[in-house]
C-alpha cells in the first residue's frame, strides 16, 4: 500500500484520512492537538449553550473508527522537494503529503488585549470567562468584529463574529439586562459581509438597528488597547471586552519550508489541490497536496474558506491520489464548488446563507435555524465517527 501522510487534524486533514482509508491507502496523519475542533458550533461555548467537550472530537476515535495512524506531535518544517517533514520528535518520509495545517492570523498592535473565537481552542472558554464577568457585574462594553486580509481577501471569517455577538444579544436579553450593555460591531472594510451579497448586506443592517448594535466600519484599526479599539481618524471605541478576528495568512511553519507560496504566504495549488513547483530540481513523482486554509484560494471576489469547501478539497484529493495510483486520466477539482453556505446562528433563531456566481440569498429562519444547526453538530460528530451514516454532499 502507497504511504499518505497528511498535516493537521482539522476539517481538512480528517475527512481527506477518511476517504483515502475507503481506498486501502496507508494513512498516517499528524496534529499537535489530540482532538478535532468543531469551530462552527463552538459558537455558543461564549454564552454557555455548549461545552468545550461538546466541540471537540477525540483524534483517537476517529483513527479507531476508521484505521489511520495517529502521531501527536508538532511539525518544525516541510522539505517536499526532499520528500521529508521534520517535526518535534521525528522525522517522517512519505510516498503522498497533503498539507492540511489551516493558517496563521495576521498580527495587529495591541492584539494581546483582544481574545478571538477562531483562534486556539481554549480562547472560546477565555471569551465565556469575560462575558460572565460582565455579566456578574451588571453592565458592560463589549465590542466585537472582525478584519481583512488585502494581500489574500478570502482568509476572512465574519461569519462566527455576527453568531457570538448576535448569541450575546440573546442571552443579555434572557436576563433582562440588554438595556444595560452597549454592543458594537466593527469592521475595517466598508462593507463587511458583501460578500454574501446585496441581500445579506441589506440584511445585516436591519439586524443591527434592530437590536440596538453600535456599527463602526470602513476605518482603519490603529490599535486594539485594554479599554477599546482606536482606528484611524482619531475614533476611539471603548470596550470592556473585545473580541477580534483577525484574517488569516501563511501557516509560520511555511516560512520554514519549501512549498510556493504566495504574497500572503499561503500555499500555491491548481484546481486538483496539486502543488506546482517552478523548480528545477523537484522530484519525480513529486506528489504533494495542500487543501483547507492552508491554500492561496483562487476564485472570484467573493471566495470565502469555509468548512465544507475544504471538506471538498479532501475528498477530490482523495480522489485525485486514487487515479494517479490506478493510472485513471479523470481528476476532480473544487473551482466548480466554489460557493459561501452557512446557517448563521442567533441564539433564538438563524439565516440561511447562500452565494454563488448566480445569486446570493439571505432567509430568516426564526427558532428552526437555530434547531437545524444545533443538529448539524450532532450529525457532524455521529457521522464522523461511523456511527450514523453519511448524507451524501455533507
Known amino acids: 500500500m502507497k504511504k499518505v501522510l497528511i498535516l493537521g487534524g482539522g476539517f481538512a486533514g480528517v475527512e481527506a484520512a477518511i476517504y483515502l482509508r475507503k481506498n486501502n491507502f496507508e494513512v498516517t496523519l499528524i496534529s499537535n492537538r489530540d482532538y478535532l475542533f468543531v469551530y462552527p458550533t463552538s459558537i455558543w461555548i461564549p ?25 501527536i506531535d508538532d511539525v518544525e518544517s516541510i522539505k517536499s522537494l526532499e520528500k521529508k517533514v521534520y517535526c518535534k520528535n521525528k522525522t517522517y518520509e512519505y510516498e503522498y503529503l497533503i ?22 481552542p481554549t480562547e472560546s472558554l477565555k471569551i465565556k470567562d469575560k462575558i460572565d464577568e460582565l455579566i456578574a457585574k451588571g453592565s458592560g462594553k463589549i465590542a466585537m468584529g472582525f478584519g481583512g486580509n488585502p494581500k489574500d481577501p478570502s482568509n476572512v471569517r465574519g461569519g462566527p463574529t455576527f453568531e457570538v455577538l448576535f448569541n450575546v444579544h440573546n442571552k443579555l436579553k434572557k436576563l433582562g439586562i440588554r438595556e444595560n450593555f452597549e454592543l458594537t460591531f466593527f469592521a475595517p472594510m466598508k462593507e463587511p459581509g458583501a460578500r454574501m451579497g446585496p441581500q445579506a448586506l441589506k440584511m445585516m443592517d436591519l439586524f443591527f438597528n434592530k437590536l440596538d448594535i453600535k456599527v463602526q466600519v470602513g476605518k482603519k484599526i490603529e490599535e486594539f488597547k485594554p479599554n477599546g479599539i482606536s482606528f484611524e481618524d482619531d475614533i476611539f471605541i471603548e470596550s470592556d471586552f473585545t473580541m477580534f478576528i483577525a484574517a488569516g495568512d501563511g501557516h509560520k511553519i511555511f516560512q520554514n519550508s519549501d512549498l510556493p507560496l504566495n504574497e500572503a504566504g499561503l500555499v500555491k495549488i491548481n484546481d486538483y489541490c496539486e502543488i506546482e513547483h517552478d523548480y528545477d530540481d523537484v522530484p519525480e513523482h513529486y506528489n504533494v497536496f495542500a487543501i483547507g486554509d492552508s491554500v492561496a484560494l483562487e476564485g472570484p471576489d467573493w471566495r470565502a474558506k469555509q468548512g465544507h469547501i475544504a471538506e471538498v478539497m479532501a475528498r477530490n484529493t482523495a480522489f485525485n491520489i486514487n487515479a494517479m495510483e490506478e493510472n485513471i486520466a479523470e481528476r476532480k477539482g473544487y473551482f466548480e464548488h466554489l460557493n459561501i453556505l452557512c446557517v448563521m446562528d442567533s441564539g433564538d433563531g438563524a439565516a440561511f446563507v447562500y452565494r454563488s ?36 454532499g455533507m
Request: proline fraction near 6%.
Open 99 to 120: 498539507v492540511a495545517m489551516g493558517s496563521g492570523k495576521m498580527k495587529h498592535k495591541g492584539l494581546e488585549n483582544t481574545l478571538t473565537i477562531c483562534g486556539e
Open 357 to 392: 456566481d448566480k445569486r446570493g440569498l439571505m432567509i430568516p429562519m426564526p427558532v428552526v435555524g437555530h434547531w437545524m444547526k444545533k443538529g448539524w453538530g450532532w450529525y457532524y460528530r455521529n457521522s464522523k465517527l461511523g456511527k450514523i451514516p453519511r448524507i451524501p
Open 47 to 71: 454564552t454557555g449553550d455548549a461545552s468545550f467537550e461538546e466541540n471537540c472530537i477525540p483524534l483517537e476515535l476517529l483513527q479507531k473508527a476508521h484505521g489511520f495512524e495517529l502521531i
